[in-house]
Protein backbone atom coordinates (compact mmCIF):
# COMPACT_ATOMS: atom_id res chain seq x y z
CA UNK A 1 0.00 0.00 0.00
CA UNK A 2 2.69 2.22 0.97
CA UNK A 3 4.81 1.50 -1.82
CA UNK A 4 2.09 2.01 -4.34
CA UNK A 5 1.42 5.65 -2.71
CA UNK A 6 5.14 6.40 -3.16
CA UNK A 7 4.80 4.93 -6.65
CA UNK A 8 2.09 7.19 -7.54
CA UNK A 9 3.61 10.35 -6.12
CA UNK A 10 7.01 9.96 -7.78
CA UNK A 11 5.29 9.32 -11.42
CA UNK A 12 2.84 12.76 -10.25
CA UNK A 13 6.27 14.28 -9.56
CA UNK A 14 7.24 13.33 -13.36
CA UNK A 15 3.89 14.73 -14.73
CA UNK A 16 4.30 18.20 -12.98
CA UNK A 17 8.21 18.05 -13.83
CA UNK A 18 6.15 17.90 -17.57
CA UNK A 19 4.02 20.44 -17.20
CA UNK A 20 6.05 22.72 -15.54
CA UNK A 21 8.43 22.67 -19.15
CA UNK A 22 5.58 22.10 -21.18
CA UNK A 23 3.15 24.92 -20.01
CA UNK A 24 4.12 26.86 -16.70
CA UNK A 25 7.75 28.12 -16.91
CA UNK A 26 7.78 30.35 -19.50
CA UNK A 27 8.16 34.25 -19.36
CA UNK A 28 4.23 35.71 -20.66
CA UNK A 29 3.13 32.88 -17.80
CA UNK A 30 5.13 34.89 -15.03
CA UNK A 31 4.10 38.13 -16.64
CA UNK A 32 0.78 37.13 -16.86
CA UNK A 33 0.61 35.98 -13.57
CA UNK A 34 1.82 39.15 -11.90
CA UNK A 35 -0.01 41.44 -14.39
CA UNK A 36 -3.71 41.33 -13.33
CA UNK A 37 -3.29 41.11 -9.69
CA UNK A 38 -1.31 44.57 -9.48
CA UNK A 39 -3.13 45.94 -12.28
CA UNK A 40 -6.22 45.24 -9.64
CA UNK A 41 -4.28 46.32 -6.61
CA UNK A 42 -3.20 49.75 -8.73
CA UNK A 43 -6.75 50.38 -9.46
CA UNK A 44 -8.37 50.33 -5.64
CA UNK A 45 -5.34 51.69 -4.43
CA UNK A 46 -6.25 54.84 -6.29
CA UNK A 47 -9.43 54.80 -5.29
CA UNK A 48 -8.55 54.89 -1.41
CA UNK A 49 -5.94 54.13 0.82
CA UNK A 50 -4.70 50.72 1.42
CA UNK A 51 -1.93 49.45 4.14
CA UNK A 52 0.86 48.54 2.89
CA UNK A 53 0.29 45.41 4.79
CA UNK A 54 -3.30 44.74 3.32
CA UNK A 55 -1.25 45.12 -0.37
CA UNK A 56 0.93 42.38 0.72
CA UNK A 57 -1.11 39.99 2.14
CA UNK A 58 -3.67 40.41 -0.51
CA UNK A 59 -1.38 40.46 -3.79
CA UNK A 60 0.20 37.39 -3.09
CA UNK A 61 -2.98 36.02 -2.66
CA UNK A 62 -4.44 36.89 -5.75
CA UNK A 63 -0.64 36.28 -7.87
CA UNK A 64 -1.19 32.58 -6.91
CA UNK A 65 -5.12 32.59 -7.70
CA UNK A 66 -4.59 34.01 -10.95
CA UNK A 67 -1.06 32.61 -11.65
CA UNK A 68 -1.78 29.02 -10.78
CA UNK A 69 -6.02 28.85 -12.11
CA UNK A 70 -4.58 30.68 -15.85
CA UNK A 71 -2.53 27.70 -16.83
CA UNK A 72 -3.52 25.22 -14.77
CA UNK A 73 -7.49 25.95 -16.66
CA UNK A 74 -6.12 25.43 -20.06
CA UNK A 75 -3.53 22.87 -19.09
CA UNK A 76 -5.93 19.98 -19.34
CA UNK A 77 -8.03 21.39 -22.41
CA UNK A 78 -4.45 21.78 -24.24
CA UNK A 79 -3.50 17.91 -23.21
CA UNK A 80 -6.72 16.59 -24.35
CA UNK A 81 -7.15 18.55 -27.60
CA UNK A 82 -3.55 17.61 -28.85
CA UNK A 83 -4.27 13.86 -27.29
CA UNK A 84 -1.32 14.02 -24.98
CA UNK A 85 -4.25 13.47 -22.37
CA UNK A 86 -4.60 10.17 -24.02
CA UNK A 87 -1.48 9.30 -23.13
CA UNK A 88 -1.83 9.83 -19.60
CA UNK A 89 -4.71 7.53 -19.46
CA UNK A 90 -3.31 4.92 -21.14
CA UNK A 91 0.04 4.89 -18.61
CA UNK A 92 -0.34 2.18 -15.56
CA UNK A 93 -1.61 5.26 -13.24
CA UNK A 94 -4.69 6.58 -11.57
CA UNK A 95 -6.48 9.76 -12.47
CA UNK A 96 -5.60 10.63 -9.18
CA UNK A 97 -2.18 10.74 -9.87
CA UNK A 98 -2.80 12.43 -13.23
CA UNK A 99 -4.68 15.44 -10.94
CA UNK A 100 -1.91 15.49 -8.24
CA UNK A 101 0.85 15.86 -11.05
CA UNK A 102 -1.17 18.85 -12.78
CA UNK A 103 -1.50 20.43 -9.25
CA UNK A 104 2.16 19.86 -8.29
CA UNK A 105 3.09 21.93 -11.34
CA UNK A 106 0.58 24.55 -10.48
CA UNK A 107 1.62 24.48 -7.28
CA UNK A 108 4.84 24.92 -7.26
CA UNK A 109 4.37 27.40 -9.76
CA UNK A 110 2.11 29.11 -7.43
CA UNK A 111 4.77 29.14 -4.68
CA UNK A 112 7.46 30.98 -6.83
CA UNK A 113 5.10 33.79 -7.11
CA UNK A 114 4.12 34.28 -3.80
CA UNK A 115 7.33 34.04 -2.60
CA UNK A 116 8.67 36.56 -5.32
CA UNK A 117 5.78 38.89 -4.19
CA UNK A 118 5.36 38.29 -0.70
CA UNK A 119 9.22 38.49 0.64
CA UNK A 120 10.39 41.69 -1.78
CA UNK A 121 7.44 42.98 -1.10
CA UNK A 122 7.39 42.78 2.66
CA UNK A 123 11.08 43.85 2.61
CA UNK A 124 10.36 46.99 0.81
CA UNK A 125 7.40 48.13 2.90
CA UNK A 126 9.47 47.37 6.17
CA UNK A 127 7.23 44.67 7.07
CA UNK A 128 8.00 41.68 8.91
CA UNK A 129 6.96 38.51 7.89
CA UNK A 130 6.12 36.79 11.57
CA UNK A 131 6.33 33.27 11.51
CA UNK A 132 7.72 32.57 8.07
CA UNK A 133 7.54 29.00 8.41
CA UNK A 134 3.40 29.53 8.94
CA UNK A 135 3.63 31.72 6.13
CA UNK A 136 5.08 29.07 3.53
CA UNK A 137 2.24 26.51 4.75
CA UNK A 138 -0.31 29.05 4.40
CA UNK A 139 0.95 29.72 1.01
CA UNK A 140 1.42 26.10 0.09
CA UNK A 141 -2.12 24.99 0.90
CA UNK A 142 -3.30 28.37 -0.86
CA UNK A 143 -1.28 27.61 -4.22
CA UNK A 144 -2.15 23.45 -3.72
CA UNK A 145 -5.97 24.59 -3.36
CA UNK A 146 -6.17 27.30 -6.49
CA UNK A 147 -4.29 24.79 -8.48
CA UNK A 148 -7.03 22.06 -8.12
CA UNK A 149 -9.56 24.86 -8.72
CA UNK A 150 -8.26 25.49 -11.94
CA UNK A 151 -8.29 21.89 -12.82
CA UNK A 152 -11.90 21.84 -12.12
CA UNK A 153 -12.46 24.43 -15.11
CA UNK A 154 -10.30 22.86 -17.11
CA UNK A 155 -12.35 19.39 -16.95
CA UNK A 156 -15.33 21.29 -17.11
CA UNK A 157 -14.20 22.79 -20.61
CA UNK A 158 -13.87 21.59 -24.22
CA UNK A 159 -11.76 24.41 -25.74
CA UNK A 160 -9.43 27.16 -23.75
CA UNK A 161 -11.55 29.93 -24.32
CA UNK A 162 -14.19 27.92 -22.50
CA UNK A 163 -11.55 26.97 -19.58
CA UNK A 164 -10.81 30.80 -19.36
CA UNK A 165 -14.73 31.74 -19.07
CA UNK A 166 -15.05 29.25 -16.39
CA UNK A 167 -11.74 30.62 -14.44
CA UNK A 168 -12.78 33.79 -14.57
CA UNK A 169 -16.14 32.96 -13.41
CA UNK A 170 -14.63 31.70 -10.52
CA UNK A 171 -12.25 33.84 -10.34
CA UNK A 172 -13.60 37.38 -10.29
CA UNK A 173 -16.47 36.86 -7.74
CA UNK A 174 -13.76 35.43 -5.33
CA UNK A 175 -11.62 39.13 -5.80
CA UNK A 176 -14.46 40.93 -4.53
CA UNK A 177 -15.73 38.70 -1.95
CA UNK A 178 -12.98 37.34 -0.12
CA UNK A 179 -11.78 40.57 1.44
CA UNK A 180 -8.87 41.17 -0.37
CA UNK A 181 -9.17 45.05 -0.89
CA UNK A 182 -10.63 45.72 2.27
CA UNK A 183 -11.78 43.91 5.63
CA UNK A 184 -14.17 41.20 5.47
CA UNK A 185 -16.23 43.11 8.31
CA UNK A 186 -16.79 46.09 6.04
CA UNK A 187 -18.63 43.45 3.38
CA UNK A 188 -23.10 42.90 4.26
CA UNK A 189 -23.31 39.96 6.27
CA UNK A 190 -25.04 37.72 4.09
CA UNK A 191 -21.62 38.22 1.49
CA UNK A 192 -19.74 37.57 5.00
CA UNK A 193 -21.15 34.20 5.25
CA UNK A 194 -20.69 33.47 1.26
CA UNK A 195 -17.08 34.18 2.12
CA UNK A 196 -16.49 31.81 4.35
CA UNK A 197 -17.01 29.39 1.65
CA UNK A 198 -14.60 30.64 -0.39
CA UNK A 199 -10.56 29.69 -0.42
CA UNK A 200 -9.20 33.26 -1.14
CA UNK A 201 -11.25 34.26 1.89
CA UNK A 202 -8.61 31.99 4.29
CA UNK A 203 -6.05 32.86 2.12
CA UNK A 204 -5.97 36.22 2.47
CA UNK A 205 -6.99 35.94 6.08
CA UNK A 206 -3.83 33.91 6.95
CA UNK A 207 -1.60 35.75 5.05
CA UNK A 208 -2.53 39.14 6.96
CA UNK A 209 -1.55 37.13 9.98
CA UNK A 210 1.32 36.73 9.11
CA UNK A 211 2.44 40.55 7.95
CA UNK A 212 0.68 41.88 11.25
CA UNK A 213 -1.99 43.11 9.96
CA UNK A 214 -3.87 41.11 12.35
CA UNK A 215 -3.40 39.29 15.54
CA UNK A 216 -1.61 35.31 14.91
CA UNK A 217 -4.06 33.80 17.54
CA UNK A 218 -5.45 30.55 16.87
CA UNK A 219 -7.69 31.83 13.41
CA UNK A 220 -4.30 31.78 11.98
CA UNK A 221 -3.93 28.51 12.23
CA UNK A 222 -7.36 27.60 11.54
CA UNK A 223 -7.34 29.49 8.00
CA UNK A 224 -4.45 27.29 7.67
CA UNK A 225 -6.75 24.09 7.98
CA UNK A 226 -9.46 25.24 6.51
CA UNK A 227 -7.04 25.85 3.47
CA UNK A 228 -5.78 22.07 3.81
CA UNK A 229 -9.20 21.25 3.94
CA UNK A 230 -9.58 22.74 0.68
CA UNK A 231 -6.79 21.70 -1.26
CA UNK A 232 -7.83 18.35 -0.34
CA UNK A 233 -11.63 18.28 -1.06
CA UNK A 234 -10.90 20.17 -4.55
CA UNK A 235 -8.20 17.86 -5.68
CA UNK A 236 -10.73 14.80 -5.15
CA UNK A 237 -13.40 16.90 -6.62
CA UNK A 238 -11.19 17.48 -9.64
CA UNK A 239 -10.60 13.85 -9.83
CA UNK A 240 -14.27 12.97 -9.71
CA UNK A 241 -15.36 15.39 -12.31
CA UNK A 242 -12.59 14.76 -14.66
CA UNK A 243 -13.54 10.72 -14.55
CA UNK A 244 -17.12 11.38 -15.09
CA UNK A 245 -16.10 14.14 -18.02
CA UNK A 246 -14.15 11.26 -19.31
CA UNK A 247 -15.91 8.20 -19.40
CA UNK B 1 -3.25 -21.26 -25.61
CA UNK B 2 -2.50 -17.97 -23.14
CA UNK B 3 -4.54 -15.50 -24.43
CA UNK B 4 -3.22 -12.22 -24.57
CA UNK B 5 -6.99 -10.52 -24.71
CA UNK B 6 -10.30 -12.12 -23.37
CA UNK B 7 -12.98 -9.66 -24.10
CA UNK B 8 -16.88 -11.04 -22.97
CA UNK B 9 -19.81 -9.17 -24.03
CA UNK B 10 -18.35 -5.59 -23.94
CA UNK B 11 -20.63 -2.97 -24.53
CA UNK B 12 -20.52 1.06 -24.17
CA UNK B 13 -23.41 3.35 -24.49
CA UNK B 14 -22.87 7.32 -24.26
CA UNK B 15 -26.30 8.49 -23.59
CA UNK B 16 -28.66 7.20 -26.01
CA UNK B 17 -26.14 6.22 -28.68
CA UNK B 18 -24.72 2.71 -28.38
CA UNK B 19 -21.12 3.02 -29.57
CA UNK B 20 -19.57 -0.78 -29.00
CA UNK B 21 -22.45 -3.63 -28.77
CA UNK B 22 -21.76 -6.76 -26.58
CA UNK B 23 -18.81 -7.89 -28.44
CA UNK B 24 -16.90 -10.77 -27.81
CA UNK B 25 -13.58 -11.65 -29.14
CA UNK B 26 -10.27 -13.52 -28.08
CA UNK B 27 -6.92 -11.90 -28.96
CA UNK B 28 -3.30 -15.36 -28.62
CA UNK B 29 -0.34 -14.14 -27.42
CA UNK B 30 1.76 -13.97 -30.05
CA UNK B 31 -0.73 -13.20 -32.82
CA UNK B 32 -1.61 -10.16 -35.05
CA UNK B 33 -5.16 -9.41 -34.63
CA UNK B 34 -6.90 -7.27 -36.99
CA UNK B 35 -9.96 -4.88 -35.91
CA UNK B 36 -10.97 -3.65 -39.21
CA UNK B 37 -13.99 -1.07 -39.80
CA UNK B 38 -15.86 1.96 -41.63
CA UNK B 39 -15.30 5.27 -39.53
CA UNK B 40 -18.11 5.25 -36.30
CA UNK B 41 -17.87 0.94 -36.18
CA UNK B 42 -16.51 1.18 -32.81
CA UNK B 43 -12.84 1.07 -33.50
CA UNK B 44 -11.73 3.63 -31.24
CA UNK B 45 -14.30 3.26 -28.53
CA UNK B 46 -12.88 -0.55 -28.36
CA UNK B 47 -9.72 0.12 -28.22
CA UNK B 48 -9.90 2.88 -25.76
CA UNK B 49 -11.71 0.43 -23.33
CA UNK B 50 -9.33 -2.22 -24.19
CA UNK B 51 -6.60 0.19 -22.57
CA UNK B 52 -8.05 1.28 -20.02
CA UNK B 53 -8.25 5.06 -21.14
CA UNK B 54 -12.54 4.18 -20.34
CA UNK B 55 -14.65 1.89 -18.54
CA UNK B 56 -17.01 -0.04 -20.27
CA UNK B 57 -20.75 0.27 -19.80
CA UNK B 58 -20.73 -3.06 -19.38
CA UNK B 59 -19.13 -6.65 -20.12
CA UNK B 60 -15.74 -7.85 -19.03
CA UNK B 61 -11.80 -7.46 -20.46
CA UNK B 62 -9.01 -9.43 -19.09
CA UNK B 63 -5.33 -8.39 -20.42
CA UNK B 64 -2.44 -11.30 -20.06
CA UNK B 65 -4.99 -12.42 -17.42
CA UNK B 66 -5.20 -9.24 -15.61
CA UNK B 67 -8.78 -8.14 -14.79
CA UNK B 68 -8.68 -4.49 -16.74
CA UNK B 69 -11.60 -3.43 -14.58
CA UNK B 70 -10.26 -4.42 -10.88
CA UNK B 71 -6.50 -4.47 -11.89
CA UNK B 72 -5.94 -1.51 -14.25
CA UNK B 73 -2.88 -0.23 -13.72
CA UNK B 74 -0.95 -3.85 -13.70
CA UNK B 75 -2.86 -4.60 -16.61
CA UNK B 76 -2.20 -1.07 -18.22
CA UNK B 77 1.76 -1.76 -17.75
CA UNK B 78 1.97 -4.88 -20.34
CA UNK B 79 0.90 -2.46 -22.90
CA UNK B 80 1.71 -0.05 -25.52
CA UNK B 81 -0.76 2.31 -27.31
CA UNK B 82 -0.36 4.48 -30.39
CA UNK B 83 -3.54 6.10 -31.09
CA UNK B 84 -4.83 7.41 -34.25
CA UNK B 85 -3.14 10.86 -34.12
CA UNK B 86 0.50 11.06 -32.94
CA UNK B 87 0.45 12.15 -29.26
CA UNK B 88 3.76 13.04 -28.80
CA UNK B 89 4.57 16.49 -26.35
CA UNK B 90 5.52 19.14 -29.17
CA UNK B 91 7.20 21.13 -26.77
CA UNK B 92 9.55 18.72 -25.57
CA UNK B 93 12.53 17.04 -27.87
CA UNK B 94 12.40 13.50 -29.13
CA UNK B 95 14.44 12.79 -26.15
CA UNK B 96 12.87 14.14 -23.02
CA UNK B 97 9.28 12.50 -24.45
CA UNK B 98 10.55 9.30 -24.33
CA UNK B 99 12.05 9.29 -20.92
CA UNK B 100 8.52 10.69 -19.57
CA UNK B 101 6.71 8.01 -21.59
CA UNK B 102 9.63 5.90 -19.55
CA UNK B 103 8.81 7.72 -16.14
CA UNK B 104 5.65 6.99 -16.26
CA UNK B 105 5.93 2.99 -16.78
CA UNK B 106 8.09 2.92 -14.36
CA UNK B 107 10.94 1.49 -16.52
CA UNK B 108 14.13 1.40 -13.96
CA UNK B 109 16.46 4.23 -14.48
CA UNK B 110 19.62 2.83 -15.26
CA UNK B 111 17.79 1.40 -18.32
CA UNK B 112 16.08 5.02 -19.13
CA UNK B 113 18.61 6.46 -21.24
CA UNK B 114 20.19 3.22 -22.95
CA UNK B 115 16.34 1.70 -24.41
CA UNK B 116 15.65 5.51 -25.27
CA UNK B 117 18.97 5.34 -27.38
CA UNK B 118 18.23 2.35 -28.73
CA UNK B 119 14.54 2.97 -29.62
CA UNK B 120 15.79 6.16 -31.85
CA UNK B 121 18.42 4.44 -33.12
CA UNK B 122 15.92 1.87 -34.21
CA UNK B 123 13.66 4.87 -35.33
CA UNK B 124 15.92 6.84 -37.70
CA UNK B 125 15.48 10.01 -35.11
CA UNK B 126 18.86 9.49 -33.13
CA UNK B 127 20.47 12.13 -34.85
CA UNK B 128 17.36 14.75 -33.98
CA UNK B 129 16.77 13.35 -30.19
CA UNK B 130 17.85 17.54 -29.00
CA UNK B 131 15.19 18.73 -31.68
CA UNK B 132 11.77 19.87 -30.38
CA UNK B 133 9.07 17.19 -31.65
CA UNK B 134 7.02 19.96 -32.98
CA UNK B 135 9.69 20.44 -35.48
CA UNK B 136 9.41 16.88 -36.71
CA UNK B 137 7.34 15.79 -39.81
CA UNK B 138 4.08 13.69 -39.67
CA UNK B 139 6.09 10.27 -40.43
CA UNK B 140 8.69 11.64 -38.10
CA UNK B 141 6.10 12.17 -35.25
CA UNK B 142 4.80 8.89 -35.93
CA UNK B 143 8.21 7.13 -35.47
CA UNK B 144 8.46 8.69 -31.94
CA UNK B 145 4.92 7.85 -31.11
CA UNK B 146 5.82 4.27 -31.71
CA UNK B 147 8.83 4.29 -30.26
CA UNK B 148 7.47 6.02 -26.83
CA UNK B 149 4.65 3.12 -26.62
CA UNK B 150 7.43 0.39 -26.90
CA UNK B 151 9.63 2.34 -23.97
CA UNK B 152 8.66 -0.72 -21.78
CA UNK B 153 8.98 -2.97 -24.08
CA UNK B 154 5.14 -4.07 -23.78
CA UNK B 155 3.73 -7.71 -24.53
CA UNK B 156 1.09 -5.98 -26.34
CA UNK B 157 1.28 -3.26 -28.56
CA UNK B 158 -2.33 -1.51 -29.70
CA UNK B 159 -1.97 0.34 -33.30
CA UNK B 160 -4.50 2.80 -34.36
CA UNK B 161 -4.40 3.16 -37.61
CA UNK B 162 -0.24 3.20 -37.76
CA UNK B 163 0.01 4.50 -41.65
CA UNK B 164 -2.85 6.62 -41.82
CA UNK B 165 -1.94 9.51 -44.25
CA UNK B 166 2.06 8.59 -44.01
CA UNK B 167 4.01 9.00 -46.95
CA UNK B 168 5.03 5.20 -48.39
CA UNK B 169 8.56 4.75 -47.59
CA UNK B 170 7.07 5.27 -43.86
CA UNK B 171 4.18 3.24 -44.26
CA UNK B 172 6.23 0.48 -45.16
CA UNK B 173 8.72 0.91 -42.61
CA UNK B 174 5.96 0.43 -39.77
CA UNK B 175 4.27 -2.32 -41.59
CA UNK B 176 7.65 -4.22 -41.44
CA UNK B 177 8.77 -3.18 -37.62
CA UNK B 178 4.83 -4.42 -36.96
CA UNK B 179 6.02 -7.71 -38.40
CA UNK B 180 9.79 -7.80 -36.76
CA UNK B 181 8.20 -6.92 -33.15
CA UNK B 182 5.54 -9.87 -34.14
CA UNK B 183 8.43 -12.32 -34.87
CA UNK B 184 9.67 -11.50 -31.08
CA UNK B 185 6.98 -12.43 -29.89
CA UNK B 186 4.78 -9.00 -28.77
CA UNK B 187 1.06 -9.14 -29.65
CA UNK B 188 -0.15 -6.91 -32.00
CA UNK B 189 -3.92 -5.57 -31.87
CA UNK B 190 -3.99 -3.48 -34.94
CA UNK B 191 -7.06 -1.43 -36.24
CA UNK B 192 -6.99 -0.14 -39.45
CA UNK B 193 -9.10 0.73 -42.74
CA UNK B 194 -6.67 -0.23 -45.35
CA UNK B 195 -8.10 -3.63 -45.95
CA UNK B 196 -5.07 -5.00 -47.52
CA UNK B 197 -2.80 -3.61 -44.99
CA UNK B 198 -4.64 -5.77 -42.36
CA UNK B 199 -4.37 -8.30 -44.84
CA UNK B 200 -0.55 -8.54 -44.91
CA UNK B 201 0.22 -8.01 -41.48
CA UNK B 202 -2.73 -10.03 -39.68
CA UNK B 203 -3.13 -13.23 -38.68
CA UNK B 204 -6.97 -12.86 -37.87
CA UNK B 205 -9.37 -10.13 -38.27
CA UNK B 206 -12.63 -8.92 -36.52
CA UNK B 207 -14.57 -7.06 -39.36
CA UNK B 208 -16.54 -4.28 -37.17
CA UNK B 209 -19.45 -2.53 -38.13
CA UNK B 210 -22.28 -0.57 -36.31
CA UNK B 211 -20.48 -1.75 -32.89
CA UNK B 212 -20.80 -5.12 -33.60
CA UNK B 213 -18.70 -7.82 -34.98
CA UNK B 214 -19.94 -9.32 -37.85
CA UNK B 215 -17.02 -11.91 -38.38
CA UNK B 216 -14.04 -13.26 -37.07
CA UNK B 217 -11.36 -15.80 -38.74
CA UNK B 218 -8.13 -15.40 -40.62
CA UNK B 219 -8.04 -13.75 -43.91
CA UNK B 220 -8.13 -16.85 -46.06
CA UNK B 221 -11.24 -18.07 -44.39
CA UNK B 222 -12.90 -14.79 -44.95
CA UNK B 223 -11.94 -14.64 -48.39
CA UNK B 224 -13.21 -18.39 -48.74
CA UNK B 225 -16.69 -17.37 -47.59
CA UNK B 226 -17.57 -15.40 -50.19
CA UNK B 227 -16.05 -17.24 -52.74
CA UNK B 228 -19.82 -18.57 -54.19
CA UNK B 229 -18.93 -15.26 -56.77
CA UNK B 230 -15.77 -15.50 -58.86
CA UNK B 231 -14.07 -12.08 -60.38
CA UNK B 232 -12.99 -11.61 -64.04
CA UNK B 233 -11.01 -8.77 -64.50
CA UNK B 234 -10.57 -7.22 -68.04
CA UNK B 235 -9.35 -4.53 -69.60
CA UNK B 236 -9.40 -3.08 -73.34
CA UNK B 237 -7.56 -1.11 -75.38
CA UNK B 238 -10.49 1.38 -74.94
CA UNK B 239 -12.62 2.09 -71.65
CA UNK B 240 -15.47 4.76 -72.60
CA UNK B 241 -19.35 3.55 -71.89
CA UNK B 242 -17.84 0.31 -71.43
CA UNK B 243 -19.54 -0.35 -67.78
CA UNK B 244 -23.16 -0.36 -68.87
CA UNK B 245 -22.73 -2.43 -71.97
CA UNK B 246 -20.57 -4.96 -69.84
CA UNK B 247 -23.13 -4.75 -67.37
CA UNK B 248 -25.56 -6.38 -69.64
CA UNK B 249 -23.62 -9.69 -70.55
CA UNK B 250 -25.13 -12.43 -69.68
CA UNK B 251 -24.26 -14.74 -66.70
CA UNK B 252 -22.34 -11.51 -65.28
CA UNK B 253 -24.43 -10.58 -61.94
CA UNK B 254 -22.21 -7.09 -61.41
CA UNK B 255 -19.59 -5.21 -63.13
CA UNK B 256 -17.22 -2.48 -61.50
CA UNK B 257 -14.67 -0.66 -62.93
CA UNK B 258 -11.21 -0.54 -61.24
CA UNK B 259 -9.03 2.18 -63.10
CA UNK B 260 -8.67 1.13 -66.78
CA UNK B 261 -10.25 -2.51 -65.88
CA UNK B 262 -13.24 -3.89 -65.47
CA UNK B 263 -14.13 -6.44 -62.59
CA UNK B 264 -17.30 -8.64 -63.77
CA UNK B 265 -18.61 -10.51 -60.56
CA UNK B 266 -19.65 -13.82 -62.44
CA UNK B 267 -21.04 -17.36 -61.40
CA UNK B 268 -18.09 -19.91 -63.41
CA UNK B 269 -15.65 -18.06 -65.53
CA UNK B 270 -15.44 -20.74 -68.34
CA UNK B 271 -18.94 -19.64 -69.54
CA UNK B 272 -18.44 -15.46 -69.55
CA UNK B 273 -14.71 -15.79 -71.27
CA UNK B 274 -16.11 -16.71 -74.59
CA UNK B 275 -18.57 -13.93 -73.96
CA UNK B 276 -16.51 -11.39 -73.58
CA UNK B 277 -14.16 -12.34 -76.64
CA UNK B 278 -17.03 -12.33 -78.65
CA UNK B 279 -18.01 -8.43 -76.62
CA UNK B 280 -14.81 -7.55 -77.93
CA UNK B 281 -14.91 -7.99 -81.07
CA UNK B 282 -18.77 -7.12 -82.53
CA UNK B 283 -17.81 -3.59 -80.35
CA UNK B 284 -13.90 -2.96 -82.37
CA UNK B 285 -12.10 -3.42 -78.72
CA UNK B 286 -8.58 -5.22 -78.20
CA UNK B 287 -8.45 -7.25 -74.40
CA UNK B 288 -4.90 -6.18 -73.48
CA UNK B 289 -5.54 -8.16 -70.34
CA UNK B 290 -8.00 -10.83 -68.75
CA UNK B 291 -7.66 -12.43 -65.60
CA UNK B 292 -9.19 -14.73 -62.92
CA UNK B 293 -9.51 -12.72 -59.60
CA UNK B 294 -9.79 -14.97 -56.32
CA UNK B 295 -12.32 -12.87 -53.73
CA UNK B 296 -9.75 -10.39 -51.72
CA UNK B 297 -10.96 -9.33 -48.16
CA UNK B 298 -11.50 -6.47 -49.61
CA UNK B 299 -15.00 -8.41 -51.33
CA UNK B 300 -15.03 -10.31 -48.05
CA UNK B 301 -15.68 -6.81 -45.91
CA UNK B 302 -18.09 -5.54 -48.23
CA UNK B 303 -19.88 -8.60 -48.34
CA UNK B 304 -20.18 -8.73 -44.43
CA UNK B 305 -20.53 -5.09 -43.65
CA UNK B 306 -22.23 -4.33 -47.01
CA UNK B 307 -20.32 -0.69 -46.86
CA UNK B 308 -17.96 -0.69 -50.32
CA UNK B 309 -14.49 0.16 -49.03
CA UNK B 310 -14.07 3.49 -50.71
CA UNK B 311 -17.20 4.65 -48.83
CA UNK B 312 -14.87 3.38 -45.76
CA UNK B 313 -11.88 5.70 -46.90
CA UNK B 314 -13.91 8.62 -47.54
CA UNK B 315 -16.08 8.35 -43.94
CA UNK B 316 -12.15 8.45 -42.56
CA UNK B 317 -10.92 11.47 -44.01
CA UNK B 318 -14.20 13.20 -43.75
CA UNK B 319 -14.00 12.37 -40.09
CA UNK B 320 -9.90 13.83 -39.94
CA UNK B 321 -11.19 16.87 -41.56
CA UNK B 322 -13.88 17.03 -39.22
CA UNK B 323 -11.34 16.63 -36.05
CA UNK B 324 -8.94 18.86 -37.31
CA UNK B 325 -11.90 22.01 -38.06
CA UNK B 326 -12.98 21.39 -34.48
Known amino acids: MARAWADSLIKAFYIAKKDAKVYYFKAPNFTYGLLIPVSLYLAFSMAGEISSKLIVAGLTSLVMLFGTTSIEAVAVVLEKQT ?54 IAIAFTSLAFSALGIIASAYAKWVPEAQMLSNFLRFPMVFLSGTF ?10 QVVARFLPLTYSVEALRSSVGESAVTYTYILDIVVLALFSLVLLVLSAKILEKRIA | ?36 GPNGAGKTTTIRMLTGQTRPT ?39 NLIFAAQLYGVPKNERKKRAKELLELFGLHERLADRAGNFSKGMKRRLTIAAALIHKPSILFLDEPTSGLDVQSSRMIRNLTKDLNKNGATIFLTTH ?8 C ?124
Not at chain 1, 182 to 191: D, F, K, N, V, W
Not at chain 2, 81 to 91: A, T
Request: glycine share 8%; proline share 4%; hydrophobic share 45%.
Open chain 1, 83 to 136: GTFERLLAAPISLFTIVLGKALAGFFFGLILAGAVLFPLATLSGIVVMNPMLAV
Open chain 1, 182 to 191: TALETLPSQL
Open chain 2, 1 to 36: MNLALDVHNLTKQFGQILAVDNISFTVNQGEIFGFL
Open chain 2, 58 to 96: SGSLRVAGMDMIQEPNRAKGCMGVVPEVSNIYDEMSAWD
Open chain 2, 194 to 201: YIEEADQL
Open chain 2, 203 to 326: QRIAMVNQGRIVAVDNPEKLKASVEKHQIIEVSFDKTQNLERKLASLKYSSKVTQVGDKFRLHVRNTSEVVPLLVDFARENGLKIVSINALNPSLEDAFVEMTGLSPEVMATEKEQGKKAASLG
